[in-house]
């Protein structure tokens, strides 16, 4: 993973979303962090929390935690989001750990439908923003970040053809961006996933159009969007930092592609790495084709250090950890009065009206919807 790659969290790797569980092999880990610890087994002194290879945080913030908490805290990472929800799940019975980090809108019914998480509400809960709490009624998991999946684009591309960049999901099949955007595969990408279902909120499934320029719904759309020279990768490592000619990886790569399926916080992560910094971000965002991602935590169903789990849970939502997490992870804080760094608010802003859908949409349509996406886009 290059350094472009760390700044999307859950999101960055190939997730295993579209046709359901896969056979994993459930019981390795690929990464600790903190102080150590003889793992979840032990309970007492040791939380062990489980998350997507893109966790983050600041020592000094996770040593706040410890110190004040009295528990050591063990990091197992489990891939990027599919593959560590469906690791938890296959391994719910005898968990690897105590808490579960990584699991977004996406894929949050998967979870839930599998018993995964028992319920927890922590402390803090009442300065979640009340739009990110849809879904966590029962308190079987946490909001904890959010951020939008956008087209980005390469400005110095299109200055250079006197060309204005798109700005809506409408724009992206317009004649003047044929062969210019590169997504990630639905089936295998979390991103890839939510440009899908960004679409299916814009234009509705099938007869259900809510117009625009697709008028038979979020396939007539891809159709189109298919015969306009969209290219499907199968990651967003892939897509952004080798296809996209506007990231510092893609312009190493030679990338040809001056649109990509990526993130809002992605301009201001090429600002943030490149030395030196730039005074404005080489990348933008077109702002109508965002789909809004919120990503949680929950305590472990069987998990063997309950109390220690609750802390830390706890720990996610106070100002220290949420005001970390953005230059760590390149997500947005979900608690009330949680400071958002500069760079956020002059390169990568969030989207004024994203397109959302609720929870039980997504759990009705979302597997079902990736059949008839590779059915119409790959083949």
């Known amino acids: 993973m290059s350094v472009q790659s760390v700044h999307h969290a859950t999101k960055v790797a190939a997730a295993v979303v579209g046709l359901g569980l896969v056979t994993l092999t459930a019981c390795g880990s690929s990464g600790t962090q903190g102080s150590g610890g003889t793992g979840a087994g032990t309970g007492g002194t040791t939380v ?95 909001p904890i970040d959010t951020g939008d999946i956008c087209v980005n684009y390469d400005k110095a591309y299109f200055s250079k053809h006197e060309l204005a960049p798109p700005k809506t999901f409408d724009d992206l099949v317009k004649p003047q961006y044929k062969n210019l955007l590169v997504t990630e595969n639905a089936a295998t990408s979390s991103p890839g996933l939510g440009f899908l279902l960004g679409t299916a909120a814009r234009y ?29 990768v199968d990651s967003w490592e892939q897509a952004y930092d080798e296809e996209f000619s506007g990231s510092s990886g893609g312009r190493k790569a030679h990338g040809d592609r001056p649109l ?42 069987n998990a063997r250090n309950p109390k220690g789990g609750k802390a830390f849970l706890d720990f996610l939502l106070t100002k220290e950890f949420q005001q970390d997490m953005p230059l760590n992870m390149f997500v947005y804080p979900v608690v009330e009065g949680a400071r958002v760094p500069a760079e956020f608010t002059a390169y990568g802003p969030q989207a004024k009206d994203p397109e959302t859908m609720a929870p039980g949409r997504i759990a009705a349509n979302r597997d079902q919807w990736v059949k008839s996406w590779t059915s119409l886009v790959l083949k």
Not at 132 to 137: L, Q
Not at 216 to 228: E, P, S, T, V
Request: hydrophobic fraction near 35%.
């Open 204 to 232: 509705g499934d099938g007869g259900t159009s809510q117009g625009g320029a697709s008028g038979g719904g979020w396939q007539a759309y891809w159709k189109k969007l298919k015969a306009n020279g969209v290219k499907v």
């Open 48 to 142: 062990t929390l489980v998350s997507h290879d893109s966790w983050a945080v600041s020592k000094n913030v996770l040593k706040d935690f410890e110190k004040q908490s009295g528990y050591r805290v063990r990091v197992l990472k489990s891939g990027d989001a599919g593959q560590a929800v469906n690791k938890a799940i296959l391994t719910k019975d005898n968990p690897q750990g105590d808490v579960f980090f990584g699991v977004d809108n996406t894929l949050l019914s998967r979870a839930l439908d599998n018993g995964l998480f028992q319920p927890y509400e922590a402390k803090g809960s009442g300065s979640v923003k009340p739009e990110y709490r849809a879904g966590t009624a029962q308190h079987r998991v946490t």
């Open 260 to 301: 990509v399926v990526s993130y809002a916080s992605s301009p201001p992560a090429e600002v943030v790495y490149a030395d030196p910094r730039p005074k404005t971000a080489p990348t933008g965002v077109a702002t109508g084709t965002c789909f809004r991602q919120v990503e949680y935590a929950g305590l472990l169903s």
